[in-house]
């Protein structure tokens, strides 16, 4: 069974700073290129950050310069790290694994929340 749980989330006042996971089971982890996205009330999902199995990343011009994805295979696990944060970051944060050659072979996480507010 495949399972992919984020952790992490939590209030932060503006310009603090979090720290995501996405501990994975279930999956050969380092095939997977891990996507973290985000949902904000009444706004469409949001594409944040990438990291292939190759360890390429990409990160939104929305975050650029404060969110880092980063990927620890040994620990099957992924992470969002960011900093300086903004009221408008506010969202529920969901991890997405994405097989690298078998698109279809595609999970998700439950989601955690961040809110950014003093």
């Known amino acids: 069974q495949v399972r992919l749980v984020e952790s992490g989330g939590g209030l932060v006042q503006p310009g603090g700073s979090l720290r995501l996971s996405c501990a994975a089971s279930?999956?050969?982890?380092?095939?997977?290129?891990i996507n973290w996205y985000r949902q904000a009330p009444g706004k469409q999902r949001e594409l944040v950050a990438i990291?292939?199995?190759?360890?390429?990343?990409n990160v939104a011009d929305s975050v650029k310069g404060r969110f880092t994805i980063s990927r620890d295979n040994a620990k099957n696990t992924a992470y969002l790290e960011m900093n300086s944060l903004k009221p408008e970051d506010t969202a529920v944060y969901l991890c997405n694994a994405v097989h690298y050659s078998a698109t279809d072979l595609n999970f998700w996480g439950q989601g955690t929340q961040v809110a950014v507010s003093s």
């Open positions: 990291i292939s199995s190759g360890r390429d990343t």
């Open positions: 279930g999956i050969r982890f380092s095939t997977y290129t």
